[in-house]
């Protein structure tokens, strides 16, 4: 069962702000100050996704240099080699930067690792196998930005390195032709939330600057640029949200025969595709491939046009996707049996298993970290080096717990909340014991419990098609933009069941005495059986199209019961 969760209501808006909102219905002078806005300018401005800062790519740091030496490679015809990531982030920037250098010309060519056997970023047997294949740069998306020691093999096998990535940076940089990420030091660039894509994207529209001549757009790539940036959970602020507005309509609009497959066949009608769809639909999908496989599948349906192939790649990704369910499934079952023979008062969870499947185990520390609020680390224990992934909460960043240990690790990266490492199986103990006092240290005199928060308090008799129409305007949400949610009090339940292959959901018919709603709590089935008919609700308002119907619901995302 998960934890009990504590719930929290955002500060009601101020006089001031409520009159400088006035312009706005009453529901929205809430949302809005919830998120920063408290003037009817800066409100419209957020409304209509604009930016407030220069977003010229030629202020990141190497963009000159980089746009010169992509340049003349491409006069010469040099062999231009895409070093990408295998998740949706590093395909979508591989196929973006692919798609750009041969329409001006290039002669290009991706390199996506292997997860099995090669493992995340550069690694040096790749490079050696680029080399001897002719190619002379190399232009890394979404990773190289802390593998210093793969650029300086690559320059001693005579290979220039650009490296563009958005993860942050280790103690040391590369020392490659050019290095492009706006969380570099000394980086001018005003938005640091750019994902790997977003990142190839400036590169993208720097050289498009240099060849006006181009028929392609920048914005024919924004349907790139949304899946990687929604996948890989960028915040939906800033310049991210401008990106993924546009992103939609392009990705609503798309030519690209690959995406009209895979939605196909994932049941979405990609002409209404939002940023939750991207989330929970297409993303996994194109992660699977990566994840049980190898992410070519998933670039090819990025690049091809070509029907038939199209759908053959789709049918391949969704079966991918179910096998990759289950497995996770497998793997955090293991996981719980691994960490429950543990110390249960440990702030960090820590599993190994040799059987674990490296795709999954960041899927299955997510899970873990979400249940029992810990940082979890899964981990394939591969012979002689353990590889592991690792989730965390907003009280712990687990890189810079990583940092902490660096002299024991192979290599290691991420963000705050994610990370990844290599470490030889003779120090594997030892990261075990560092860690987990690391956590203890910094998490000991913390109340460790997850918190959901609402906008505000609503009847859901004041709820209707106009509210959830005005809600649009909040779009695109998602990390770092999230949808609205409200809590309603003494809703009677009228009927309940649990649906699901595993009956883990739970299905609502709730009324305030004035109206009802369906309600659909994911995850919440285990609630079934002591519910009582008068409930606390906290939820986000939704339509729900099934099978061509639509109509409107209240999506669960926690119950309190009502004595």
């Known amino acids: 069962m998960a934890l009990s969760r504590n719930w929290q209501i955002n500060t009601p808006i101020t006089r001031e702000a409520e009159e400088k909102l006035k312009s706005f219905p009453p529901i929205f002078r809430q949302l809005l100050f919830n998120r920063g806005y408290a003037t009817d300018e800066s409100a419209r401005s957020f409304l209509k996704a604009l930016v407030q800062f220069d977003t010229s790519p030629w202020q990141l740091k190497g963009m000159e240099r980089a746009v010169d030496r992509i340049k003349n490679a491409i006069k010469s015809s040099e062999l231009i080699t895409i070093y990408g990531d295998f998740d949706v982030d590093g395909v979508t920037a591989t196929a973006l930067m692919v798609e750009v250098l041969k329409n001006l010309g290039g002669n290009v060519v991706p390199y996506i690792p292997n997860r099995f056997d090669e493992g995340y970023g550069l690694n040096n047997d790749a490079l050696e196998s680029i080399q001897l294949d002719g190619c002379k740069l190399v232009i890394t998306v979404d990773c190289g930005i802390r593998s210093w020691e793969e650029v300086k093999h690559a320059g001693e096998l005579g290979l220039d390195i650009i490296i563009s990535d958005h993860h942050n940076p280790g103690k040391i940089l590369p020392e490659g032709y050019a290095v492009i990420n706006p969380k570099q030091p000394g980086d001018q660039y005003p938005d640091k939330d750019l994902a790997g894509v977003g990142v190839a994207w400036k590169i993208a529209e720097a050289l498009l600057e240099k060849y006006p001549e181009s028929d392609l757009k920048n914005n024919e790539l924004l349907d790139l640029v949304v899946l990687g940036t929604v996948a890989d959970l960028a915040p939906l602020i800033g310049e991210n949200r401008r990106l993924v507005r546009m992103g939609l309509h392009q990705l609503q609009h798309t030519s690209r025969q690959g995406l009209f497959s895979l939605a196909n066949v994932a049941g979405l009608n990609i002409k209404n595709c939002n940023a939750g769809n991207i989330g929970f639909t ?14 070519l599948a998933s ?15 789709a049918q391949k990704l969704e079966s991918h996707n179910r096998e990759r369910q289950q497995i996770t499934r497998e793997t955090i079952e293991k996981a719980e049996q691994i960490i429950s023979n543990q110390n249960q008062n440990d702030y960090l969870l820590f599993a190994v298993d040799p059987d674990f499947n490296p795709g999954v185990v960041g899927l299955a520390a997510s899970r873990l ?12 224990d591969e012979g002689e080096t353990t590889r592991g992934s690792c989730r965390s909460i907003p009280e712990f960043h687990i890189t810079e717990a990583l940092d902490q240990c660096s002299e024991i690790l192979i290599r290691h990266g991420g963000h ?23 956590a203890k240290d910094e998490l000991k005199d913390l109340e460790l419990r997850p918190t959901l928060c ?17 809600l649009e305007w909040f779009e695109p949400t998602g990390y770092g933009n999230p949808q609205a949610v409200f809590v309603s009090r003494n809703v009677q339940v009228l009927s309940k069941r649990t649906v ?3 009956n883990a959901h739970l299905k609502l018919v709730v009324s305030d005495g004035f109206s009802k709603f369906d309600a ?6 285990y609630l079934s059986t002591n519910l009582t008919k008068t409930i606390d609700i906290m939820f986000a308002f939704e339509m729900n199209e099934f099978n061509g119907q639509k109509n409107l619901q209240l999506r669960l995302l926690d119950i309190k019961l009502v004595e």
């Open 520 to 525: 659909i709590g994911f995850n919440l089935g």
């Open 500 to 502: 699901g292959n595993t």
């Open 282 to 295: 297409l993303g996994p999908r194109l992660n699977a491939s990566g994840r049980m496989e190898s992410a």
């Open 369 to 380: 970290s979400e249940k029992y609020y810990k940082p979890a680390i899964v981990c394939t």
């Open 299 to 313: 670039y090819k349906l990025l690049v091809t046009q070509d029907i038939q192939l199209a759908g053959q790649l």
């Open 454 to 470: 609402a906008d505000l308090e609503i009847s859901i008799s004041e709820l209707n098609e106009k509210v959830l129409e005005q």
């Open 416 to 438: 705050a909340a994610a990370a990844g490492f290599t470490v030889l199986n003779e120090n594997i103990d030892e990261l075990k014991k560092r860690l987990k006092l690391i």
